[in-house]
């Protein structure tokens, strides 16, 4: 108990190190250019302790759960033998994490209002609903597509360079003929995807295969799946605005 209680605390501290740099920042610009005192400063450091104890129990959380949990399940999967379930939850993996992200809840909700208010869809609550969940399912889709075509990537040995490559041509070549609106919501898009949730899992998930595969290095094919993450949605939300 001991040694978890020093390792919890070493990783408290390590977070707080993290955070410093952005509190001086924000104190400099407040105190030394903008010369104002901070608003609600009891309420502020009474965030900022929150919030570094809450990025501490999150970091805490994936080295107990999220990362042990995504390569267990890729390893066992990849023993099976079994192709059909490891793309199957390969897919379900990108799909589930994409749709509970927080950040793409977000920015589906925003660019819903934008729309509405541009006049491209309905300002009713209804309208703004269906088209922000209709963005999300279609993130969410993309990405499991991607993680899908990762693990094939890591199969097969294909190279992640040429591969990307090529996917980017697809981004520039459909972002000449995809509407003004929607082009800055999909390069969002494949930010947003690759944020608190789906990280830690899909990179699990990459480095726990390349593991188990025999003639596979987990740090040349393990990695590449966020990349493919962040990607995907780009294409599919660039056409989702020319077919929507």
């Known amino acids: 108990m001991s040694n978890r209680l020093l390792a919890f605390g070493s990783l408290l501290l390590g977070t707080a190190r993290d955070v410093l740099p952005i509190v001086l920042v924000v104190a400099f610009f407040q105190l030394a250019v903008l010369q104002q005192p901070f608003p609600n400063l009891g309420q502020t450091l009474t965030g900022l302790v929150i919030v570094v104890i809450g990025l501490t129990l999150f970091l805490q959380g994936l080295e107990m759960a999220l990362f042990p949990i995504g390569e267990f399940l890729a390893g066992a999967l ?28 977000a920015v589906g909700d925003e660019a819903a209002r934008v729309m509405a208010e541009g006049g491209f869809i309905g300002s009713d609550p209804e309208a703004m609903n269906t088209y922000a969940l209709a963005l999300r399912y279609t993130v969410a889709v993309s990405v499991g597509l991607a993680i899908v075509t990762g693990v094939f990537r890591i199969l097969k040995g294909w190279p992640l360079h040429w591969i990307m490559i090529g996917g980017y041509v697809v981004v520039q070549a459909l972002t000449v003929v995809a509407p003004e609106e929607i082009i800055g919501i999909a390069y969002d898009s494949g930010g947003v995807t690759t944020s608190t949730v789906t990280v830690p899992l899909v990179t699990a998930l990459g480095v726990g295969l390349a593991t188990v595969i025999k003639g596979r290095n987990p740090a040349i094919d393990g990695f590449g799946l966020i990349a493919f993450a962040s990607l995907s949605p780009m294409i599919f939300v660039l056409i989702f605005g020319m077919v929507f």
């Open 78 to 105: 990849a023993r099976k033998g079994s192709l059909v379930w490891l793309l199957l939850f390969s897919f379900g993996l990108g799909f589930g994490t994409t749709v509970a992200e927080p950040s793409l809840i």
